[in-house]
């Protein structure tokens, strides 16, 4: 099934090209929605920080091929097998955008409550200038940007249910992205955020 629309409208461009976003990309949002939510091997984590383990505050499952293996925070990832609904989408971003993504980064966020704090997408094993492609589904959630080094939120971009953020090479040597709690919301996140591994 394609789940990319064939022709992606042109982007809106944020912080001077840093991301593309293009709010309607994904053809049934509500199907895939449900079927990650049913399919994927969601996890409990935990990452180190600062000399102590904690709960990861949302669920998490890591698809790559194998050998592919992904480290953040002190934590390992275990990859898990790819679903087909993944693969697909995983070849025909890489077909839209002309990426080489073998990996995906899937995170539930089951409520508001659950959140992903200040970081930047840089670690060794996607080199030194990564794109990173990331699919929202479900609840629209805010990601918040900051310049590196800065403690002022720069910005919060509404993700909307179905879009697309493209993020470019170089946006991770120049901003931190979060996503903040927020309450009052009951309805569950998915975000997939498509890496290659180098």
């Known amino acids: 099934m394609k789940w990319l629309r064939a022709t992606l409208p042109a982007p809106e461009p944020l912080l001077e090209g840093d991301m593309l976003l293009y709010p309607d990309a994904i053809l049934e949002p509500e199907l895939l929605y449900q079927n990650l939510q049913s399919k994927v091997s969601w996890q409990s984590g935990e990452i180190r920080l600062y000399g102590k383990t904690h709960r990861i505050p949302r669920l998490q499952c890591w698809m790559a091929d194998a ?6 925070s002190g934590q390992s990832l ?10 697909d989408l995983r070849d025909e971003l890489n077909q839209a955008l002309g990426t080489a993504f073998n990996s995906v980064l899937c995170n539930l966020y089951r409520t508001g409550e659950d959140n992903m704090g200040w970081h930047s997408d840089d670690e060794p094993e996607l080199g030194p200038s990564p ?3 990331s699919v929202t589904l479900g609840a629209t959630r805010g990601f918040a940007v900051r310049q590196r080094g800065a403690t002022k939120q720069h910005g919060v ?9 493209v993020m470019q090479s170089g946006m991770q040597t120049r901003w931190q992205h979060s996503l903040p709690k927020r309450k009052g919301i009951d309805l569950a996140r998915i975000n997939l955020t498509f890496r290659e591994i180098v």
Do not use: K, R
């Open 67 to 72: 050998p592919e293996q992904y480290q953040y």
């Open 78 to 87: 275990t990859n898990t097998d790819w679903i087909d609904e993944l693969t």
């Open 131 to 133: 794109v990173i492609a």
């Open 157 to 165: 971009l509404p993700l909307p249910h179905g879009s697309l953020l």
